[in-house]
T-cell receptor, first 112, second 115 residues
């Protein structure tokens, strides 16, 4: 069956450290994968897209990798800050009409 | 630019009652989506519109859910009759069909509680 799994429901790290979130998928061959941030009581906000032919994408303190052999994407936040605390969702192009399929998300807490 | 607007923000109803949610997408966005997000889960697509036509409604429980997008702008999602398991946040999103990042812009959602 098709599955998207994000490594953990919650991740706690210290301010200044690098947070690494994992997204694994099975039985999909997505052309691209996206990462979104969701704060409590709000809708998801788009962060980054990485295509199947790209190994890495960066935006400020964010870095995303995409390994289509391992069927995995890693999402890194360097020099993390308490303001980075949120739930991070990965989403891949996998529906019958090319729709986004979302993972459950990982709740990141950055402690000062 | 103004974001995706949704109303109401919160709704509490009893099971078997009906409810309707409204969404106004970002101006110029031809594609509109309705998602259901159950607590602790990621958003799940219910229906996708391209202008005023339905592209995908394969996961919409059509015996109780309906949606329309008249004139290709605003959209309404209705549940009739509601069940306890419909308690969730209903998110509306919009996008440009061929945007460079295929980014979807989400509204704040409507939190529905069915008692």
């Amino acid at each position: 069956s098709q599955k998207i799994e994000q490594n953990s429901e919650a991740l706690n790290i210290q301010e200044g450290k690098t947070a690494t979130l994992t997204c694994n998928y099975t039985n999909y061959s997505p052309a691209y994968l996206q990462w979104y941030r969701q704060d409590p009581g709000r809708g998801p906000v788009f962060l980054l897209l990485i295509r199947e032919n790209e190994k890495e994408k960066r935006k400020e303190r964010l870095k995303v990798t995409f390994d289509t052999t391992l069927k995995q994407s890693l999402f890194h936040i360097t020099a993390s800050q308490p303001a980075d605390s949120a739930t991070y969702l990965c989403a891949l192009l996998g529906g019958s009409q090319g729709n986004l399929i979302f993972g459950k998300g990982t709740k990141l807490s950055v402690k000062p | 630019e103004a974001g995706v607007a949704q109303s109401p923000r919160y709704k509490i109803i009893e099971k078997r009652q009906s409810v309707a949610f409204w969404c106004n997408p970002i101006s110029g966005h031809a594609t509109l989506y309705w998602y259901q997000q159950i607590l602790g889960q990621g958003p799940k697509l219910l229906i996708q519109f391209q202008n005023n036509g339905v592209v995908d409604d394969s996961q919409l429980p059509k015996d109780r859910f309906s949606a329309e997008r008249l004139k290709g702008v605003d959209s309404t999602l209705k549940i009739q009759p509601a069940k306890l398991e419909d308690s969730a946040v209903y998110l509306c999103a919009s996008s440009i069909p061929s945007g460079p990042s295929y980014e979807q812009y989400f509204g704040p959602g409507t939190r529905l509680t069915v008692t």
